[in-house]
Structures are given as structure tokens and as C-alpha cells.
């Protein structure tokens, strides 16, 4: 009979939870990086410009189409012989930017062209600059419209940067691997882990409600 024994666990939680800190921090990182290239990308691809559009299109299908995990090999093994090198860190944060980016340029150019023709002409109408209109009358609208898919999609790149343990970078799988092969009790160490990872999406969850009431939400009519 198993015998559970989860004073390893305990004993050791100050790393379990520092490895949960930097999780945290490299998917907050990330969704940020990666927002910024899906709201260029998801831009490139509503234009009118040709060769930027089938750029984008080609790093959309690439990446959507091979697996994360060959993704940051490429990155961490492979560049280095054409002379890009970078610490394990770094190449998990590179490729999980890559990888949301792709998959939410998607998205957002979805929600982009779901705003209705009318109000971009009716901004155009009011003498709003073409900056202002993108930002007011398309962007907003949009994200409000997907803002939903696009937060699962960072709530799976959350779950998905336990891959990055794969390199050796610094995060809350790794840090339950080293314990792992420290004490050998599996079966509570991942356990715990799942708990862990379960309670961060419960608490990415609540931030993006959060965020969705602060900024998405049209105030109650009185």
C-alpha cells in the first residue's frame, strides 16, 4: 500500500510558490508582449498592403500549425547556430509571445472586422482622425467583442508555459521537476502542482472579470 507522505511538500513550499510567482510573472509578460503583436498583427491583416498581409498569414499558419514544444526548441536550441543566443528565460518568454501572438491576431482581426461599416464612416463623418477612429470606433469595440476568446487564449498560455520547464526555465513546473527529483514523492508533488495551476487560472479569471467590468462594460442607463 502507498504510503502518502506530503511533508516533502510542505517543507519545500517556499519554492513551489516562488516557482508560482514567476509563472505569474512570465504569462503576465507575455500576454502583454503578445497583445501588442496581435493587435499589429490582426492591423497587417486587415490593410490593403499585399505583401504584409501574406507575411502575416505565413506567420500565423506556421505557428498555429507545428507544436509549442518544437516552437522553443527551435528557439533555444536551434538559433544559436545561426548565432542567436538567448538564457532559457528569455527563450520561453520569446516563444510564448510568438505563440499567443499568432493564435490572437486571429482573434482580434475577427473582432475587427466584425465592427459594422457605419460606424467607422460615421467617425469619419464626425472629423476623427484616422488614428482616433481605429482606436475608439474599431479597436474598442472589438476587444469588447472578443474579449472573451481572447482571454481563454491567455488563460491557455498560462497553463501552456509549464512547457517551458522543458529548457530549464525558471517556473512552477520546473520548480516541482527539482523537487521532484529531490524526494521522489510524485504523486503529492504533482498533486499540489495541479492545485496550483488550478487556483492560477481560477485567479487569471477573476482579474480579466475584473478588467471586462472596468473597461467593457457600457455604464447602466438611469
Sequence with gaps: MYQFNF?????SMDLLLHGAWLTVRLSLMAMALGLIVSVLGAIGKTSGIRPVRWLIDVYVEVIRNT?????????????????????????ALVALVINV?????????????????????????????????FR?????????????????????????????????ANDL??????????????FEIYLVLTIMYF????????????IRRLFFTYPASR
Design 101 to 133: 501572438g499568432a493564435y490572437g491576431t486571429e482573434i482580434i482581426r475577427a473582432g475587427i472586422e466584425s465592427v459594422p461599416q457605419g460606424q467607422i464612416e460615421a467617425g469619419r463623418a464626425l472629423g476623427l482622425s484616422p488614428a482616433k477612429i
Design 7 to 11: 511533508q516533502p511538500v510542505v517543507d
Design 199 to 210: 487556483l492560477l487560472s481560477l485567479g487569471f479569471s477573476a482579474l480579466f472579470a475584473v
Design 136 to 168: 475608439y470606433v474599431v479597436l474598442k469595440p472589438a476587444l469588447r467583442n472578443i474579449y472573451p476568446s481572447l482571454t481563454s487564449q491567455f488563460i491557455y498560455l498560462m497553463l501552456t508555459s509549464s512547457v517551458v520547464s522543458v529548457i530549464s
Design 67 to 91: 507544436p509549442f514544444l518544437v516552437q522553443i526548441f527551435f528557439i533555444f536550441f536551434g538559433l544559436p547556430a545561426v548565432g542567436v543566443s538567448m538564457s532559457a528565460n528569455t527563450a
Design 173 to 186: 513546473a520546473s520548480a516541482g521537476a527539482d523537487l521532484n527529483a529531490q524526494t521522489f514523492a510524485s
